[in-house]
């Protein structure tokens, strides 16, 4: 009996600081989704917390399961890289805004090249992704490249093996830019490659372009920079190779027409603007237009509008690209399209 | 000494005496029985959900998921074959890389080993057990992949390009170091300690007698092995290849750093490719609806093929306790 006594103090002890802390997460905002928005997510939702005392609890388990979480209604928002579909977002009755920005550059390990060090156009990163351009000194780079002496490799394809948002705005882009791309193979989240090798996620990718030699694959440039990596410069539109940076991928941002999707899941690639990166795309946010619980969808949208007013800096700091204040406007205007039971805007 | 510990055991029986000691078997007996139908309900809920997860898949490919080659999203539209070859040939060539090794290593310890040397050998071959796998794909993909690629798979792509069979089989299209024999290699790394260690001590269990006699005819140390041990231990040893079996079938972290992940059939172990729980691994996360439940239905076959796997490992097992 007393050894039952002393248990249950025991379990006393351990699980009430436990109830204390669930208590303490109910007012949480809730959120699941994409993986490459969590680092400038997180870093928002601390100094958010710090300023309101509000918390965000993200988990970033990635696109498909922060659409799978919202349409399951156990977060207050998703969030996802790729946009979802107009008719889906009727039929579930959910909104969608983007949040932040970012772009994909080709990353590179090949010996002899800087770190800016080859120019590629897109029709070339389509063919060296069919398999149809197998090896470095091709003469189809050999042209683009004067002056840089090129190995007489083969090319070592690196791809993502999990589905991914960067995975569709890279074969966004080469559908774009690629005949036989878009016919053989397709935009998607996971597509069928037809040569190379994959890695687990943007680490999983950079880690296997910087292990293998004369190998090419794509990663969103935060990694690229992050990781030391050595990227290619691609042709834009316009016809010019700019250099992968904020202004270059807010140029393609600024020249786009947001509001020609529904949800402005509109694509950023192979935008006109002379200066503009090729590759570059949104993440986004998925809420409810009428939310179960509209007091929580509240304190997620006054987050996303704190994090709009404050955010540019943190998100510039870790290499994400703040949405240009035009559309900032147009996502603001577009909240006060998710009501409460009454019909009356929430925010 | 003696008087102390006759004093302990009086006074061990005095305060242990009950009216009725056998009052708690029951009690005993009941959550023993409960522990163990725990797990039996456990694993009958595991198999339950994954036919009932993967049935979509099941019903929709029928034996055209089996064979198919197909892993299309976009269409949804899948087929097992390569995951399905991939984790049988990786674990093929775990097999044959890690036996003979572990059995080297086992018969090294127990029969030829000076005494000072089987110690630090033991040890060092069972903390290689308790390296946790995801150190095994680390290290893989960043020591071992590219001197495999650059001092095996361009070497031997050179030298078999154009052979008849051998040009097929060893022949790397893109010599990254990524594939399925790097897979192997990796997972005989893995399971060697596993293996080597129960070997060894079965050899240990077998009667010095044996042996001694043995020896004591005339015979080497080659026919010792082979005519006495050997078959002694014999089916006991299959029982922990068949463990270790179990492993490379099952191993997911490792060999999704080393495999290269590609959803392509292809005749040389050299190119990349993907098992079934590397599969599950790369695409669980991102999954929605049909693509889902064709992962579910793939690590339902998995299941499958590691229970076959154990329960003939059981009956071996089971038969050696005959003798």
Not at chain 1, 243 to 267: E, L, R, T, Y
Not at chain 2, 54 to 82: C, E, R, S, V
Not at chain 2, 128 to 135: F, G
């Amino acid at each position: 009996m007393r050894k039952f006594a002393i248990a249950a103090a025991f379990a006393a002890m351990t699980l009430a600081p436990l109830a204390s802390t669930i208590t303490a997460q109910a007012s949480d905002i809730t959120g699941a989704g994409a993986t490459f928005p969590f680092p400038i997510y997180a870093k928002w939702a601390e100094a958010y917390k710090a300023a309101s005392g509000v918390g965000l609890n993200y988990q970033s388990i990635g696109s498909g399961g922060g659409i799978r979480q919202i349409r399951a209604k156990t977060v207050d928002f998703g969030a996802t890289d790729a946009p979802v579909k107009g008719e889906e977002l009727t039929r579930d009755g959910m909104l969608q805004f983007p949040m932040v920005m970012g772009g994909v550059v080709p990353a590179l390990n090949v010996q002899g090249i800087g770190q800016r060090g080859l120019r590629l156009t897109g029709p070339l990163l389509g063919d060296i992704f069919l398999g149809n351009v197998k090896k470095w000194n091709d003469p189809k780079i050999v042209a683009l490249n004067p002056g840089v002496t090129l190995p007489d490799a083969t090319i070592n394809v690196v791809y993502r093996s999990d589905g991914s948002g960067t995975t569709f705005v890279w074969t966004e882009y080469l559908s774009m830019v690629s005949d036989e791309w878009k016919t053989k193979i397709g935009t998607n989240t996971s597509v069928q490659w037809p040569v190379g090798v994959g890695g687990r996620g943007n680490e999983g990718v950079s880690g296997t372009v910087r292990q293998i030699d004369n190998s090419i694959g794509y990663v969103e440039y935060a990694y690229a920079k992050q990781n030391n990596l050595s990227y290619a410069l691609v042709q834009n539109k316009a016809g010019n190779f700019p250099v992968p940076d904020d202004s270059s991928f807010q140029a393609a941002a600024a020249a786009a027409d947001w509001s020609s999707a529904p949800g402005f899941g509109i694509s950023l690639n192979n935008q006109p603007a002379a200066q503009a990166w090729p590759i570059v795309s949104a993440t986004f946010i998925l809420m409810y237009a009428k939310p179960a619980d509209p007091a929580k969808s509240t304190a997620a949208l006054k987050f996303f509008d704190w994090a709009f007013t404050n955010g540019d800096k943190l998100a510039l700091d870790l290499e994400y690209v703040p949405m240009p204040a035009p559309v900032k406007a147009q996502v603001r205007a577009y909240w006060k399209g998710i009501t409460d039971t009454a019909g009356k805007p929430i925010f | 000494m003696v008087a102390i510990s006759e004093q302990t055991y009086k006074n061990a029986t005095a305060v242990t005496r009950r009216d009725n000691p056998f009052r708690f078997d029951p009690l005993f007996a009941a959550l023993s029985k409960a522990a163990a139908i725990t797990v039996l309900v456990l694993l009958a809920g595991i198999m339950i959900s994954m036919v009932y997860g993967g049935w979509d898949a099941f019903a929709k490919f029928g034996t055209g998921f089996l064979t198919g080659t197909q892993w299309d999203t976009m269409n949804d539209n899948y087929g097992g074959l390569p995951a399905i070859v991939g984790t049988l040939s990786t674990a093929l060539i775990a097999m044959i890389i890690g036996v003979p090794l572990s059995m080297g290593t086992a018969i090294y310890l127990t029969q030829l080993a000076p005494g000072w040397f089987k110690g630090p050998v033991g040890t060092a071959v069972e903390l290689l057990a308790a390296v946790p796998s995801i150190i095994y794909g680390m290290w893989g993909l960043f020591v071992f992949v590219p001197l495999f690629a650059a001092y095996f798979q361009v070497p031997v792509s050179q030298v078999v390009e154009g052979m008849p069979i051998l040009g097929t089989i060893l022949y790397a299209r893109s010599p990254s170091g990524l594939g399925i024999l790097s897979a192997g290699v990796i997972l005989a790394f893995m399971i060697v300690p596993f293996i080597a260690s129960l070997t060894r001590d079965m050899l240990d269990q077998i009667p010095t007698v044996l042996r001694e006699s043995a020896y004591g005819i005339g015979c080497t140390t080659w026919e010792v092995v082979r005519h006495v041990l050997l078959p002694q231990a014999g089916v006991s040893i299959i029982g922990a290849i068949m463990l270790g079996l179990g492993r490379a079938l099952g191993e997911t972290m490792a060999v999704t750093f080393v495999i290269g992940n590609a959803n392509r059939l292809s005749a040389s172990i050299m190119d990349p490719g993907s098992t079934i729980a590397s599969r599950i691994a790369s695409e669980f996360n991102e999954a929605l609806g049909m693509q889902m439940n064709a992962l579910i239905a793939l690590g339902c076959i998995l299941f499958f093929v590691t229970f076959v796997v154990l329960v003939i490992a059981r009956i071996l097992v089971s038969r050696v306790k005959q003798y």
